[in-house]
Structure formats: C-alpha cells, structure tokens
Nanobody, 120 residues
Framework: QVHLVESGGGLVQAGDSLRLSCAASGRTISNYVMGWFRQAPGKERELVAAIDWRSVLISYAGSVKGRFTISRDNAKNTVYLQMNMLKPEDTAVYYC?????WGTGIYNYWGQGTQVTVSS
C-alpha cells in the first residue's frame, strides 16, 4: 500500500510560482509511474504531468507545457511539481497519484489533494 500526501498549495497571484510536493510512505515509489492531476470546480479531473520511475519518460498537458516541471527524488520517496507563470485557470485541487506501468493502466494510489488558487 502506498500512502501519498501532497503539500505546497496556496493562494498566489497570476505570474507567481509554487512548488508542490508529494511525499510517499508505506512502500517505495521508485518502481511507480507518478502523476499530478488537477480538478477545478465543475470540471473533470485532468492529468497535468506524469513521470516514469527513471525520470526518462515525462509528459505534460498542453495547457501547462513550458510552465510546469515534474520531477522526482526516489531516495526521498517524493515527487514534485514546479509551477511557474501561474494563471487563474490553473486554480484547482492538485492530486498526486501512482501506478505501475507507463501509458496504460489506472492510477492505483491517490493523495488527498492540495488547493492551488491563482488570483488575477
């Protein structure tokens, strides 16, 4: 069982930066694909970024490409999402999640989420 806890959310202004962290416990995440999702009020949850266990395969949603960077430190059992040039439309609850395989399969483990609010 993997337990995920997100942190680092908050209220910022447009153009600011935030760094989200996702700390894992219970099992090492070094063999897992890790993803960051977000869900805004009234919208479906969307995948923002994903990274494979070797940090070789990385993908981003088009809306965040060039502004967000996903990274991981397997020694610390932690995944990060650096968010720069934030926009009001980035406002959402951000979740990290873990799964076994890249590309296919569902995310098996989820954190409780952290709120990010970007004011204009």
């Amino acid at each position: 069982q993997v337990h995920l806890v997100e942190s680092g959310g908050g209220l910022v202004q447009a153009g600011d930066s935030l760094r989200l962290s996702c700390a894992a416990s219970g099992r090492t995440i070094s063999n897992y694909v890790m993803g960051w999702f977000r869900q805004a009020p009234g919208k479906e949850r969307e995948l923002v970024a994903a990274i494979d266990w070797r940090s070789v395969l990385i993908s981003y949603a088009g809306s965040v490409k060039g502004r967000f960077t996903i990274s991981r430190d397997n020694a610390k059992n932690t995944v990060y999402l650096q968010m720069n040039m934030l926009k009001p439309e980035d406002t959402a609850v951000y979740y990290c999640a873990a799964k076994i395989t890249w590309g296919t399969g569902i995310y098996n483990y989820w954190g409780q989420g952290t709120q990010v609010t970007v004011s204009s």
